[in-house]
């Protein structure tokens, strides 16, 4: 599942002390509401999707998932170019100048929510309906540990080769059995050094099919 159109883009930036930021807020017309933060001084992205729930199958009103990556060094522009942009002309429609190719992603981490001020302090905001569902990958988590963020703030989730022993979300009919979920997200309009959209694709380990009811592909 990709999401790629959204009713409004909204961003806004802070960029004083530890709030070094780049936000963005994404609306799908089937209510489905994303959101991108970039935290500069941590060196952190943090994507957070909010998916309205189908009452009629049992689902609760709405799921929480966060992803949080490494941000790369001029991978977007600065919050203080970002700001300009914005009051220059706040009511734009921000358009697309490039698209860049589908990123895909395997987050084989989890991020422990009570400790996630210490790797952004961004997090606990974003990923605040997310507490259980807030994924990170090895490569990144390295990163951030020579950095020094403390060990705390990660754990273990099952070793890839054991998740590659584990079925798709989308092969498995049991609601109760654990499985690899994959969730796509587009972002139709971001601030790179040009306006940037780019798709991403999350996999990651759910202990029930039922927190994975979207995933549908074979």
């Known amino acids: 599942m990709f999401l790629k159109e959204y009713v409004y883009v909204h961003a806004y930036t802070c960029g004083r002390g530890d709030a070094d930021s780049i936000s963005l807020e994404l609306r799908k017309p089937d209510g489905t509401l994303v959101s991108f933060t970039a935290d500069f001084k941590k060196d952190v992205k943090i994507f957070r999707a909010l998916i309205l729930g189908e009452l009629e199958k049992g689902q609760s009103q709405f799921q929480a998932l966060c992803f949080v990556t490494q941000l790369q060094h001029n991978e977007i522009i600065p919050s203080e170019a970002m700001a300009k942009l914005r009051q220059k002309n706040p009511r734009a429609v921000r358009q697309a100048e490039e698209v860049r190719g589908l990123e895909h992603l395997h987050m084989d981490v989890a ?31 390295r990163f951030w540990l020579e950095q020094g963020v403390d060990s705390s703030v990660f754990e273990a989730l099952p070793k890839a080769s054991e998740q590659a022993e584990l079925p798709r979300c989308g092969q498995v009919g049991d609601r109760a059995k654990p499985c690899v979920c994959r969730y796509g997200l587009s972002l139709a309009w971001y601030p790179c050094m040009l306006n940037c959209q780019k798709s991403y694709s999350f996999d990651f380990y759910v202990p029930q099919r039922q927190l994975c009811l979207w995933d549908e592909d074979p």
Do not use: K, M, T, W
Not at 111 to 137: K, M, T, W
């Open 111 to 141: 991020v422990n929510f009570s400790q996630g001020a210490l790797l952004s302090p961004h997090l606990h905001n974003v990923c605040a309906e997310a507490v259980d569902a807030i994924f990170a990958r090895q490569e990144d988590v």
